[in-house]
């Protein structure tokens, strides 16, 4: 189990880009059994990178795991 940790909640997404139409879903604040796969990457802007990884559960796309100088978007003991 994960817990979504932002109060907006986490939006799945169709690519890893916070990008214009690529939102799929928002999984609202909460505890969720995500199916992660081994597809992960890493986007640069800037002097920011972000840490990104594909689902196949609850919802299949790509979520944010942070950013650098941010903070994390899931949490719990059990995540990943």
């Given at each position: 189990?994960?817990?979504?940790?932002?109060?907006?909640?986490?939006?799945?997404?169709?690519?890893?880009?916070?990008?214009?139409?690529?939102?799929?879903?928002?999984?609202?604040?909460?505890?969720y059994q995500f199916q992660f796969t081994n597809n992960h990457v890493?986007?640069?802007?800037?002097?920011?990178?972000?840490?990104?990884?594909?689902?196949?559960?609850?919802?299949?796309?790509?979520?944010?795991?942070?950013?650098?100088?941010?903070?994390?978007?899931?949490?719990?003991?059990?995540?990943?």
């Amino acid at each position: 189990m994960c817990e979504v940790l932002p109060s907006e909640g986490l939006v799945v997404r169709s690519q890893p880009s916070v990008s214009e139409g690529t939102a799929l879903y928002t999984l609202p604040k909460g505890n969720y059994q995500f199916q992660f796969t081994n597809n992960h990457v890493t986007t640069r802007s800037g002097d920011s990178e972000r840490y990104w990884a594909y689902i196949t559960a609850p919802y299949a796309g790509w979520i944010s795991l942070g950013a650098t100088g941010g903070t994390f978007n899931l949490g719990g003991r059990e995540c990943g």
